[in-house]
T-cell receptor, first 112, second 115 residues
Framework: RKEVEQDPGPFNVPEGATVAFNCTYS??????FFWYRQDCRKEPKLLMS???SGNEDGRFTAQLNRASQYISLLIRDSKLSDSATYLC?????????????FGTGTRLQVTL | ETGVTQTPRHLVMGMTNKKSLKCEQH?????MYWYKQSAKKPLELMFV???????ENNSVPSRFSPECPNSSHLFLHLHTLQPEDSALYLC??????????????FGNGTRLTVT
């Protein structure tokens, strides 16, 4: 299994729809996770952190399933401005430091 | 407005040129990073500096040479690059390295083309 795996998409959804992405990870010792958003030709920006079972911020909900080793991101009431690539990030401890492993990202395209 | 500033935004260089990428962060962070992003590949960690000390070199070829004079500034010196080094180079910083609640803040990147 890849360290961090995401469906590249694209996910094409109409405005107002609910869409969910999954991200699987291989290191069972990982304890917290991040979702980043990256717009075309721009830098990634932090969307949400996930430390326990989940986190909710407005229309965005992140959930963690430790038993199955996956994280999900749910977007409700999609807006055109949600169109972007969503990157799953898993910190993994290596000795005294931590290393962040990025997924390839899932591309979302919200249409009228 | 980003707290992490990278220059230049775009760079075209020949294989025999020497150039440097610059990164500056105004967030009071102690860890700084260089990442490489190529098309259809995940971000690849290149180097990490924690309190000005290099803590990670992710098997990066010696034609890439980082420099971290202080916690706010990070450079990537480029020499004798190959066309396959063309990519988006992203600088990032975090409050600390090695803590789970210390996410990365990215600069807007330098898009490098090697001809």
């Amino acid at each position: 299994r890849k360290e961090v795996e995401q469906d590249p998409g694209p996910f094409n959804v109409p405005e107002g729809a609910t869409v969910a992405f999954n991200c699987t990870y291989s290191n069972s010792a990982s304890q917290s996770f991040f979702w980043y958003r990256q717009d075309c030709r721009k830098e990634p920006k932090l969307l949400m952190s996930v430390y326990s079972s989940g986190n909710e911020d407005g229309r965005f909900t992140a959930q963690l399933n430790r038993a199955s080793q996956y994280i999900s991101l749910l977007i409700r009431d999609s807006k055109l401005s949600d169109s972007a690539t969503y990157l799953c990030v898993v910190p993994e401890r290596t000795g005294t430091a931590s290393k962040l492993t990025f997924g390839t990202g899932t591309r979302l395209q919200v249409t009228l | 407005e980003t707290g992490v500033t990278q220059t230049p935004r775009h760079l075209v260089m020949g294989m025999t040129n020497k150039k440097s990428l610059k990164c500056e962060q105004h967030l009071g962070h102690n860890a700084m990073y260089w990442y490489k992003q190529s098309a259809k590949k995940p971000l690849e960690l290149m180097f990490v500096y924690n309190f000005k000390e290099q803590t990670e070199n992710n098997s990066v070829p010696s034609r890439f040479s980082p420099e971290c004079p202080n916690s706010s500034h990070l450079f990537l010196h480029l020499h004798t690059l190959q066309p396959e080094d063309s990519a988006l180079y992203l600088c990032a910083s975090s409050l600390l390295q090695g803590t789970y609640n210390s996410p990365l803040h990215f600069g807007n990147g330098t898009r490098l083309t090697v001809t």
